[in-house]
């Protein structure tokens, strides 16, 4: 019998198959920015691309130095990583947040987004449970939800939420793509519905580090949690704060018993950070030096952009935290992102992150600080 038998099923994955898991997800944000993107590009200027927020400094050298030394690998590397790697995750975690963990409840991650993606279905969630993230959001807060066939659900408060369904409860603070903070109170009572009603809380808090006119709390903090981590994740990532985007290190701690339950279901999965990249990581948590450095080289930025955006009309809100300036000229933010566009200017439409972002734009102060002069001559001539 031909292979090509039309009355046979299709291969899996193929046009025609009874399930593609691509037909559960939404269309991929970035593909609908390309046309303005090559309009950016024409511009005589070149582009001022700040729509993806992804570090353009070196890597430091202190970072660089620890992965050289650690190519000569040829053995496997651990999922749970070696206990100097978590001894350093949880001696940044007292540190830096403030939080009295030890290395059994810290686990490394491949990325912080692929965690985001992949923790509801690793936690077992399925269809019947609902992944509850803010109304202004993340993309992949979304699609970990329908990975796994669970139901997202936006939330402006938890009181909204329904907490018979509810499984898992996002909180991103420093928000992409606001830029919002979220006080130590506004924690603590996210923190007490959630163990009221046993829903697991995960908090992003990949942009703690910049925080600018806001000191942001983690959820693992004493003021917040009561130094009890039961029912509570924190999720971070070294991409922005040491330019690490490209290592893809990145780290979850907290509730010990969750923690163990990943590792075995990672472990299955072979879901293992690169042990150079292991040796990195150690290295970066280390150094506090390259983090202030970076600070101020982002602070200049931010101050520089800002500016100009307000002097060219925009109403700069919340912005207090992150790499983001969340900006709106009041009218749809893709007529925002064609005019700014026309002027060699790329940024990201705010409809990406939710609905209620339709007015915004989300304005990323990654370039380079030539880039970032040359969008403020544009801006402000």
Same mark, same amino acid.
């Given at each position: ?8 099923a299709?291969?899996?994955?193929h046009? #025609?198959?009874a399930?593609r ?9 970035w ?8 309009t950016?590009l024409? /511009?005589p200027?070149?582009?001022c ?14 970072i660089?130095?620890?992965l050289?030394?650690?190519?000569d ?9 070696p ?11 007292r540190?830096? =947040? ?5 290395p059994?409840a810290?686990?490394?991650? =491949? ?10 279905g690793q ?15 993340y ?5 970990g939800?329908r990975?796994? #066939?669970?139901e997202?659900?936006?939330y402006?408060? =938890? ?5 018979t369904?509810?499984r898992?409860l996002?909180?991103?603070?420093p928000?992409n793509?606001?830029?919002?903070? !979220? ?7 996210a923190?007490a519905?959630?163990?009221?009603h046993?829903v !697991?809380?995960?908090?992003?808090e990949?942009?703690?580090? !910049?925080?600018?006119?806001?000191d942001?709390a983690?959820v693992? /903090?004493?003021s ?7 029912? !509570?994740?924190a999720? /971070?990532?070294?991409?922005?704060r ?7 290190a ?5 509730d010990?018993?969750?923690i163990?339950?990943l ?11 690169p ?8 290295a ?5 030096? /390259? ?7 982002y ?10 955006l307000?002097?060219?009309?925009f109403?700069i809100e919340?912005?207090?935290?992150s790499l983001?300036l ?19 200017i790329?940024v990201a439409p ?6 209620a972002g ?5 304005v990323?102060f ?9 969008a ?6």
């Amino acid at each position: 019998m031909s292979t090509n038998d039309s009355t046979r099923a299709p291969f899996p994955g193929h046009p #025609g198959a009874a399930r593609r898991v691509s037909d559960l997800l939404p269309v991929f944000p970035w593909d609908k920015l390309e046309p303005y993107k090559k309009t950016a590009l024409a /511009h005589p200027g070149g582009l001022c691309d700040f729509s993806v927020g992804t570090p353009v400094d070196p890597v430091p050298e202190v970072i660089q130095k620890a992965l050289a030394a650690h190519t000569d690998t040829p053995g496997y590397p651990t999922v749970w990583g070696p206990l100097d790697l978590r001894e350093a995750i949880a001696g940044w975690l007292r540190r830096r =947040v403030g939080a009295d963990i030890g290395p059994e409840a810290v686990l490394p991650t =491949v990325g912080s987004k692929e965690l985001v993606a992949w923790l509801p279905g690793q936690l077992g969630l399925g269809p019947g449970d609902q992944v509850a993230y803010p109304r202004l959001a993340y993309p992949t807060y979304e699609v970990g939800a329908r990975l796994c #066939g669970a139901e997202p659900v936006e939330y402006g408060s =938890v009181d909204e939420l329904d907490p018979t369904r509810v499984r898992l409860l996002w909180l991103n603070s420093p928000s992409n793509p606001t830029g919002r903070v !979220l006080s130590a109170e506004e924690l603590r009572r996210a923190v007490a519905w959630a163990r009221e009603h046993r829903v !697991l809380l995960v908090s992003d808090e990949c942009y703690l580090e !910049l925080g600018w006119e806001a000191d942001p709390a983690s959820v693992l /903090h004493p003021s917040v949690c009561g130094g009890d981590h039961e029912g !509570l994740l924190a999720v /971070h990532s070294l991409s922005k704060r040491s330019n690490l985007a490209g290592y893809r290190a990145s780290f979850v701690a907290g509730d010990p018993v969750v923690i163990r339950e990943l590792l075995e279901v990672r472990k299955h999965g072979g879901m293992i950070v690169p042990a150079p990249v292991q040796a990195a990581t150690v290295a970066a948590l280390a150094d506090d030096a /390259h983090v202030a450095e970076q600070r101020d080289r982002y602070a200049r930025r931010r101050a520089s952009l800002r500016a100009a955006l307000e002097a060219y009309g925009f109403r700069i809100e919340h912005s207090e935290a992150s790499l983001y300036l969340w900006a709106t000229q009041d009218r749809p933010c893709w007529e925002t992102v064609a005019e700014l566009a026309a002027l060699g200017i790329l940024v990201a439409p705010g409809d990406f992150y939710g609905p209620a972002g339709a007015q915004f734009v989300r304005v990323a102060f990654t370039a380079t600080d030539e880039r970032v002069a040359a969008a403020v001559e544009r801006l402000t001539r």
